[in-house]
């Protein structure tokens, strides 16, 4: 069995690096042809990609994210970690990590997703 739970603070400040993590149980990370994908839901808005990471470590980011977001490995704890930094209140957001089986996965053929956790960005 897949599973995949998500952890991390659920309020962050702006300014700071907003850091989650989503651990894999059942499931090699480094699988072919595993892509771990993280992506955001805006309250009252529709899913946004963030970036996702291959089995293999390569990284890919939608235009809005590339500048603040990395994704990564931890293949040690079987964990995929999401860092974005110099946050704002435009962050509040539900995050989800979900695997997917190729680069070119939509939303719909995401197979796994984490159970989600609500950050919410305030002073």
């Known amino acids: 069995q897949v599973q995949l739970r998500q952890s991390g603070p659920g309020l962050v400040k702006p300014s700071q690096t907003l850091s989650l993590t989503c651990t894999v149980s059942?499931?090699?990370?480094?699988?072919?042809?595993?892509?771990w994908n993280w992506v955001r839901q805006p309250p009252g808005k529709g899913m946004e990609w963030i970036g996702r990471i291959s089995y293999n470590g390569i990284t890919a980011y939608s235009p809005s994210f590339k500048s603040r977001a990395s994704i990564s490995l931890d293949t040690s704890r079987n964990r995929i970690t999401l860092e974005m930094t110099a946050v704002t209140p435009e962050d509040t957001a539900v995050y989800y990590c979900?695997?997917?089986?190729?680069?070119?996965?939509?939303?719909?053929?995401?197979?796994?997703w984490g159970q989600g956790t609500q950050v919410t960005v305030s002073s």
């Open positions: 979900a695997r997917a089986p190729s680069s070119n996965s939509g939303f719909a053929e995401y197979e796994y």
């Open positions: 059942g499931d090699p990370i480094t699988t072919i042809p595993d892509h």
